[in-house]
C-alpha cells in the first residue's frame, strides 16, 4: 500500500458511493471524508460528504475524491472499504488492513 492509494474501496462500494453522489446531487466541491472517531478499541470508522480542510491530504481513488485528515491517515493506511446487501440491511463495512505475524 502507497501513500497515491492509502486504501481500497471496492467496486461494490464504489457503485454506491457514486449512487449516493447522484442522488443526493453533492456538490463537485465536496469528497468523501474517510475518519476514525473516539481511539483505542473504542475507534470506529466514520465516513460522509465534506469539504476539504487545510489538515487534510487529498486522494482520488477509483475516481472518488477521498479526503483523509493527516492525523487520521496512519491508522487508515491499508484498510479496505466495501459494500454489503443482506437480510440484516446494508451498509459500508471497513476491513482492517492484512497485519504480518
Known amino acids: 500500500m502507497d501513500i497515491e492509494n492509502p486504501i481500497i474501496i471496492t467496486d461494490r462500494a ?5 449512487s449516493i453522489i447522484a442522488t443526493k446531487n453533492i456538490s463537485d466541491d465536496y469528497g468523501l471524508r474517510i475518519g476514525l ?6 475507534a470506529t ?5 465534506d469539504l476539504k480542510t ?3 491530504d ?21 484498510i479496505s472499504i ?3 446487501e443482506g437480510e440484516g440491511g446494508a451498509g459500508f ?3 482492517p488492513k492484512e497485519t504480518k505475524l
Open 14 to 18: 464504489r457503485v454506491e458511493i457514486e
Open 37 to 42: 472517531k473516539g481511539a483505542g478499541c473504542g
Open 45 to 49: 470508522y466514520v465516513l460522509g460528504f
Open 54 to 56: 487545510k489538515t487534510d
Open 58 to 78: 487529498f486522494f482520488e481513488i477509483e475516481a472518488i475524491k477521498v479526503l483523509i485528515d493527516r492525523k487520521h491517515l496512519m491508522y487508515l493506511m491499508g
Open 82 to 84: 466495501d459494500f454489503e
Open 93 to 95: 463495512t471497513f476491513l
